[in-house]
């Protein structure tokens, strides 16, 4: 599957903004199978960039613009080739899997990903009625397909229900959100079992499947890390794979190290329109 997307962020200033430093995050990753063929930041007022990887293995790009400005606009444009098959329901636990599950070096290794950060805590009774229904975790890969689905039973898509701010404890209460409340929450029900579980940010190609939600914007989904294997994307939003329809961009611990587009400026308050259009090219 061969996409093109287009995601543009407007800024528009109450006051003069007269320089402003700003760090973006659209660049899509490339790995085993998601292959980057093309990428392009176009800046309006215009400016060079400078890129680096992050400690989480992001493409992230600097920019600082000197100039005075009330209109800030980033469009990036990218074409993203993807072969993905479905996998999870292949994967056999085995034994040895559950050692090295167990060992205190996998937690080591991965310990950025078990904690819980501000964003992803849920209260001990939240967890609790987690527990009610899905009872003891005791293969962590049924356990992220049964929380994958307990989320998105008991969470309804609500565009409104929540802010970019809200945390996973908050949006638990409310049974709403967006994909990003969503992602957060069940973020923080893995990591409470010591499952090592990361928040990936990218797009959704959603094409004729009008079941699927999250097109709109940037979409987020959960990974988690399956021993001997390697990390394995879940979608609550949807309760599906993450498969050739997920567009991966960026991977942390929350929303807070991967978000498309953060700054600093100096000058008044500020309104942001996003615009994200993905479209199929080859199939």
Same mark, same amino acid.
């Given at each position: ?7 543009? !962020? ?8 007269? =320089? ?11 790995? %085993?199978? $998601? ?14 960039? @400078? ?5 989480? +293995? ?8 000197? %100039?005075?400005? $009330? ?12 072969? @993905? ?18 060992? $205190?070096?996998? @937690? ?33 890969? =049924? ?15 609500? +565009? ?14 409310? @049974?709403?959100?967006?994909? $990003? ?56 939003? !949807? ?10 961009? +960026?991977?942390?611990?929350?929303? !807070? ?10 000058? +008044?308050? =500020? ?13």
């Amino acid at each position: 599957m061969k996409y093109k997307i287009e995601h543009t !962020n407007i800024f528009d200033y109450e006051t003069i903004v007269d =320089q402003s430093m700003n760090t973006i995050r659209l660049k899509p990753r490339t790995d %085993e199978c $998601q292959r980057l063929l093309s990428y392009r930041a176009d800046i309006t007022p215009a400016t060079l960039t @400078k890129e680096h990887v992050d400690i989480f +293995g992001n493409n992230v790009e600097t920019f600082f613009i000197a %100039e005075h400005h $009330q209109h800030l606009e980033v469009k990036s444009t990218s074409i993203v080739s993807i072969q @993905k098959s479905p996998f999870i329901h292949r994967i056999d636990y085995s034994p040895e899997m559950n050692v090295i599950f167990h060992s $205190q070096l996998f @937690k080591e290794h991965y310990l950025a990903y078990l904690s819980n950060t501000a964003y992803t805590y849920i209260t001990p009774e939240q967890m609790e009625l987690v527990d009610r229904e899905l009872g003891a975790m005791t293969n962590p890969v =049924q356990y992220a397909i049964d929380v994958t689905e307990y989320v998105f039973d008991h969470f309804t898509y609500d +565009g409104d229900s929540t802010t970019v701010t809200t945390k996973a404890s908050e949006s638990f209460d409310l @049974k709403k959100g967006v994909c $990003q409340d969503i992602t957060h929450v069940m973020l923080g029900i893995l990591r409470n079992k010591h499952i090592p579980a990361r928040y990936v940010s990218g797009y959704l190609y959603v094409g004729e499947d009008s079941a699927l939600v999250g097109d709109a914007a940037s979409h987020a989904w959960v990974e988690f890390m399956v021993p001997g294997i390697g990390w394995v994307g879940l979608d609550p939003t !949807n309760n599906v794979e993450a498969l050739e329809n997920h567009i991966r961009v +960026g991977v942390g611990r929350d929303y !807070n190290d991967v978000s498309p587009v953060q700054g600093v400026y100096r000058g +008044g308050s =500020q309104s942001l329109d996003v615009k994200v259009s993905v479209s199929l090219l080859d199939q």
